[in-house]
């Protein structure tokens, strides 16, 4: 700063000018950016590229004496049997009620096998218990094939299960930290067969969005239209948007990764209200808004106590000390004040008169329903 006061007045006045040009120019070009605006792929899928939900049965085994209790679950028993006779050990069926498999589990391996996978390729693994297990800690699944919904299998899973967690019990007393009954194996299955998709069939391929909204399947449809030519994409219904797209599978990924890649620019959404009835959230959205209406809370509380009262008999009248209960219950109403809620067309406003009443989460439920009710709340009411 000493340096610019020091430079002659001319100098120092083109400079203050030059500043400020640019920081108009600056303030042009910020205001000509355009708004966040989402993408296509942000908002849509395409049909067909979906992941495939797989799930089976295993044993995990090397478990420190934590694993199930035989005598309750005779599955586990079993299905060790089982595994121990395709590796060509038989044992004797007596032996079988006596074994003691402390250190095995019975658990329910789940995993998601995404879009495209192909054999080789590894993915994450869930592992769950499904006896009475007291921990997964340390154990190893043994190899375990993991099926779709129609039968086939399409992994095979093995591997250390690793659990975020650590528990310990003696005297009666137990300490957990974490879950201990469920664990993840990460890259524990191996892909063994490929799903066909629907993707490169056809002259055409469809968006499902993620939500119906008439609104945006058109808005989808005119950008694809304008960025690619007419009669392009065309909306279906509120959810579907069909694309005519390249038959060459090469052109066709370049197309739908330039496709994914369109700005999009939305309207703005529905006006809702998200009640969580459990935890006493109240989340609403920027289209929220508030007529004029008028609000009288109020809350009565009943408390009861009770006082432990000793009554001691009189001398040489050999009676006995008796303990008693007094109980004392109070009834306290606060009283309603009527408030007068003024219209609020932003959500700061509706945010700053609901505060005003100040009522807590779970009475807040209760007001909004009341508010909807008498046709006040301008938004849809979604409890859950």
Do not use: W
């Not at 079988?96 to 080789?120: D, H, I, R, W």
């Not at 055409?204 to 989808?220: E, M, Y």
């Not at 700053?352 to 329903?369: E, K, V």
């Amino acid at each position: 700063m000493a340096a610019l006061h020091s430079l002659p007045a001319p100098i120092f006045a083109r400079l203050a000018r030059n500043a400020a040009a640019a920081l108009l120019i600056l303030g042009a070009l910020a205001a000509c950016l355009p708004a966040q605006a989402l993408r296509i792929k942000e908002v849509a899928s395409v049909a067909g590229a979906r992941s495939n939900k797989l799930t089976g049965y295993g044993l995990v085994v090397g478990l420190d004496g934590t694993g199930d209790q035989t005598t309750q679950m005779p599955i586990t028993t079993q299905s060790l049997n089982n595994y121990l006779q395709q590796l060509g050990i038989t044992l004797p069926t007596a032996s079988l009620s006596q074994l003691q498999l402390k250190n095995v589990a019975a658990v329910m391996v789940t995993a998601e096998m995404p879009a495209f996978a192909q054999p080789g390729q590894t993915i994450d693994i869930n592992v769950s218990s499904v006896g009475n297990a007291k921990s997964l800690k340390g154990g190893t699944l043994v190899i375990t094939p993991l099926r779709g919904v129609d039968g086939e299998v399409y992994a095979l899973a093995q591997g250390n299960v690793v659990i975020a967690g650590a528990g310990a019990a003696a005297g009666g007393s137990k300490v957990q930290i974490n879950h201990l009954s469920a664990g993840r194996i990460p890259g524990g299955a191996q892909i063994e067969r490929t799903i066909p998709t629907p993707l490169l069939e056809g002259a055409s391929i469809n968006l499902d969005l993620d939500s119906t909204d008439f609104q945006t399947a058109r808005r989808v449809a005119q950008v694809i239209n304008t960025r690619i030519g007419p009669g392009t994409a065309r909306a279906l219904d509120g959810r579907t948007v069909q694309v005519q797209a390249p038959q060459d599978a090469n052109l066709r990924v370049n197309f739908l990764a330039e496709l994914e890649e369109m700005p999009l620019e939305l309207s703005a959404p529905a006006a809702r209200v998200v009640v969580n009835a459990r935890t006493g959230s109240v989340v609403l959205n920027q289209a929220v808004t508030l007529g004029p209406c008028a609000i009288a809370h109020g809350n009565l509380a009943i408390t009861i106590s009770s006082t432990p009262v000793i009554s001691q008999p009189g001398a040489f009248s050999q009676g006995q000390t008796v303990l008693t209960q007094k109980t004392d219950i109070q009834i306290r109403q606060e009283p309603g004040t009527l408030l007068t809620l003024p219209p609020a067309p932003q959500l700061a406003d509706v945010v700053r008169a609901l505060n005003s009443l100040g009522a807590t989460p779970q009475d807040l439920l209760a007001i909004l329903q009341a508010i909807k009710a008498a046709g006040a709340l301008n938004a849809e009411l979604e409890v859950i």
